[in-house]
């Protein structure tokens, strides 16, 4: 069977950081996803998903939202901060492992039969290098014997692609306290070897083995691409095949958030 997965970082829940509806971005990003028809979505930055008084007495129903029936939500703590699985197939199991700026979310998804894994990662920007890798450590663990697709905002960049520190220092002079600490740290590129290490394959690479497409900066976030960089992923596990990945890049994708959607589209096997 075939399976088109769609990972998308959604700055703030399409919220402005005074906790207004930023409406021009949530239909952008409605559109993007109806014209895709992804079989499941994952969002991270999913805020504002339970709707009490840490919400700011604000709702937001993304299975609704988006036109899934099947939908699972998890917070980061007493912030609105969250994340979301969303899937044409039923979730028969959440689990969110809440540990501050370390959290991530697993869910077993029924695919006519098969479980299949998704952990949702997304480590907090502010954290090292080194305390990113052993994030991933603890989240994804040797010898997965399930079908298995880890997605994400990894804050965390591969080996794989091609990087200036000069001009990723440039790009993020003005949007970040210390530049230079911050590149250097992610130029240490621990994370992706060690993902790929267990086994794990990058579906974009799979695919784009000598291509490089950034999912952020956005139009939205910066015009200036100097600091551009591939930190959304999926991978999944080696018995999945890997038949299309993409980043999405339109007049929608500018203006729906500070990062761009990606999507794989997989076969997995018949037994």
């Given at each position: 069977?075939?399976?088109?997965?769609?990972?998308?970082?959604i700055l703030?829940?399409?919220?402005s950081?005074?906790?207004?509806?930023?409406?021009?971005?949530?239909?952008?990003?409605?559109e993007?996803?109806?014209?895709?028809?992804?079989?499941?979505l994952?969002?991270?930055?999913?805020?504002?998903?339970?709707g009490?008084?840490?919400?700011?007495?604000?709702k937001?129903?993304?299975?609704?939202?988006?036109?899934?029936?099947?939908?699972?939500?998890?917070?980061?703590?007493?912030?609105e901060?969250?994340?979301?699985?969303?899937?044409k197939?039923?979730?028969?199991?959440?689990?969110n492992?809440?540990?501050?700026?370390?959290?991530?979310?697993?869910?077993?998804?029924d695919?006519?039969?098969?479980?299949?894994?998704?952990?949702?990662?997304?480590?907090?920007?502010?954290?090292?290098?080194?305390?990113k890798?052993?994030?991933?450590?603890?989240?994804?663990?040797?010898?997965?014997?399930?079908?298995?697709?880890?997605?994400?905002?990894?804050?965390?960049i591969?080996?794989?692609?091609?990087?200036?520190?000069?001009k990723?220092?440039?790009?993020?002079?003005?949007?970040?306290?210390?530049?230079?600490k911050l590149?250097?740290s992610?130029?240490?590129?621990?994370?992706?070897?060690?993902i790929?290490?267990?086994?794990?394959?990058?579906t974009?690479?799979?695919?784009?083995?000598?291509?490089?497409?950034?999912?952020i900066?956005?139009?939205?976030?910066?015009?200036?691409k100097?600091?551009?960089?591939?930190?959304?992923?999926?991978?999944?596990?080696?018995?999945?095949?890997?038949?299309?990945?993409?980043?999405?890049k339109?007049?929608?994708?500018?203006?729906?958030?500070?990062?761009?959607?990606?999507?794989?589209?997989?076969?997995?096997?018949?037994?």
């Amino acid at each position: 069977m075939e399976l088109k997965i769609l990972n998308y970082n959604i700055l703030h829940g399409f919220y402005s950081e005074k906790h207004k509806l930023e409406e021009k971005r949530l239909k952008a990003a409605q559109e993007v996803v109806r014209l895709e028809d992804p079989d499941i979505l994952v969002l991270t930055e999913a805020c504002y998903g339970i709707g009490d008084k840490r919400d700011y007495d604000i709702k937001m129903d993304y299975g609704k939202l988006f036109s899934f029936p099947n939908y699972t939500y998890a917070r980061r703590g007493d912030y609105e901060w969250g994340s979301a699985i969303l899937s044409k197939y039923s979730i028969i199991h959440t689990k969110n492992n809440e540990r501050g700026m370390r959290q991530h979310v697993r869910s077993i998804i029924d695919l006519n039969g098969k479980d299949l894994m998704v952990d949702i990662a997304h480590p907090h920007p502010d954290l090292s290098e080194e305390e990113k890798l052993t994030y991933f450590k603890e989240l994804v663990l040797p010898g997965h014997k399930a079908l298995y697709i880890l997605a994400g905002d990894f804050n965390a960049i591969s080996d794989q692609d091609n990087y200036n520190r000069e001009k990723l220092i440039s790009g993020l002079t003005g949007h970040e306290k210390n530049p230079e600490k911050l590149v250097d740290s992610m130029l240490k590129t621990l994370v992706a070897p060690y993902i790929r290490s267990l086994g794990l394959v990058d579906t974009y690479k799979a695919v784009n083995p000598n291509k490089f497409s950034y999912t952020i900066p956005t139009d939205l976030l910066s015009k200036n691409k100097d600091s551009a960089m591939r930190m959304d992923f999926i991978f999944c596990s080696p018995d999945i095949k890997v038949k299309d990945a993409y980043v999405i890049k339109n007049s929608k994708t500018e203006v729906g958030s500070d990062h761009y959607p990606i999507v794989a589209v997989l076969e997995f096997p018949d037994k």
